[in-house]
């Protein structure tokens, strides 16, 4: 089932299905294939991410990736989905020294690549630049939680929301972003309950990677959704590859004509695998599936008594389910 809306995605339509309670799936895509197959298959956003980086370019980490060339990644992405929403991922330098810097490599996103919007990590101190350019016409989308170009900051790559202080820090951080003008915020690496708290207590969508079902949606990087970069993989993320491939192989043993097959319906190889996995991505944020327990932060009995210790936490919202047990 294609679960992708008709048209393609626009801010009100963004922000009604968080009104409806609708998830967002969205993946991150570097390249042409993948996100032509992602459309295809009716994926919601693609994110052209920092982590192309390490994934797609071969870096050690994010913080080398350039603004030029997250434009080219950028403009290869655009040419393979040209109707699905895409958001720019502002590599680290290209915004944080002024908002005339913001402004100007936000403008690039749009104007060279084709862009829909731009996503900048940082709470409170990246606001001015969300304003800014938010002021210039230009959509933008924050990114709190596990931040990785300054994860340095945080001592590592480190879950975050498990304490007091970072459950109220990022939620601050939240209405920062929101008063600022973000259109919407992803949260990394967070446990479901704060994350939840997060998304309701602000009007603007709230998504999630490795935070839990309680956002308005899911994003994965689409290596480790199909199983594509041997260097690691986190906790959170979900290869699709297994759970598709007895489909796949079906497929093939009903043609006895490969090679015809191959060069008429080009559903032989790679290509088809990846859409059938992403499709089936697609199907389970849909259905609240993904992620379960297995791919979510536990957060312990005594780390949670802590949180409700803070006068932030809405003790109206009960999570009488945190994870599926699917």
């Known amino acids: 089932m294609n679960y992708k809306t ?12 968080k009104k409806k309670k609708i998830p967002l799936a969205w993946i991150t895509s570097y390249d042409l294939p993948v996100s032509y197959i992602a459309e295809k298959a009716g994926i919601d956003m693609i994110l052209v991410g920092d982590s192309g980086a390490m994934v797609q370019l071969g870096y050690q980490t994010t913080n080398s990736v350039t603004m030029d060339e997250m434009i080219t990644l950028a403009k290869s992405v655009r040419r393979g989905a040209a109707n699905t929403f895409v958001i720019g991922d502002m590599p680290q ?3 944080e020294i002024s908002d005339e810097d913001a402004v ?7 104007k060279e690549s084709g862009c829909d919007a731009v996503k900048l990590e940082g709470g409170n101190r990246m606001a001015s630049k969300i304003k800014a350019i ?13 931040t990785p170009q300054s994860a340095g900051s945080f001592g590592g790559y480190r879950v975050q929301c498990k304490t007091l202080k970072s459950f109220e820090q ?6 920062a972003l929101q008063e600022a003008g973000a259109f919407a ?16 207590q602000i009007d603007i969508p709230v ?27 986190p906790w959170f993320a979900k290869c699709y590859v297994p759970a598709v491939i007895d489909n796949f192989r079906e497929i093939i043993n009903k043609n006895n004509d490969l090679k015809k097959f191959g060069i008429e319906e ?12 992403i499709r089936k991505y697609i199907e389970e944020v849909k259905q609240g599936i993904f992620p379960d327990k297995h791919y979510s932060y536990e957060l312990k009995e005594n780390e949670l008594d802590e949180l409700l210790k803070s006068d932030k936490w809405n003790t109206t919202l009960h999570y009488s389910k945190v994870v599926n047990e699917n």
């Open 134 to 146: 938010n002021d210039a016409g230009i959509l933008a989308m924050g990114h709190i939680g596990l």
């Open 266 to 277: 080009r559903n032989d190889g790679l290509l088809h695998i990846s859409e059938l996995a």
């Open 93 to 95: 330098g290209s915004y």
């Open 170 to 175: 990022n939620l601050d951080d939240a209405f």
């Open 6 to 17: 008709k048209n393609k995605l626009n801010l009100q339509t963004i922000k009604k299905m």
């Open 207 to 233: 998504y999630g990677i490795g935070a839990g079902n309680l956002v308005d949606g899911q994003l994965l990087i689409a290596h480790d959704l199909l199983g594509f970069y041997d260097k690691f993989r």
């Open 185 to 200: 915020i992803l949260l990394e690496a967070m446990p479901a309950e704060p994350a939840g708290q997060i998304a309701n």
């Open 104 to 110: 100007r490599n936000a403008l690039r996103f749009v």
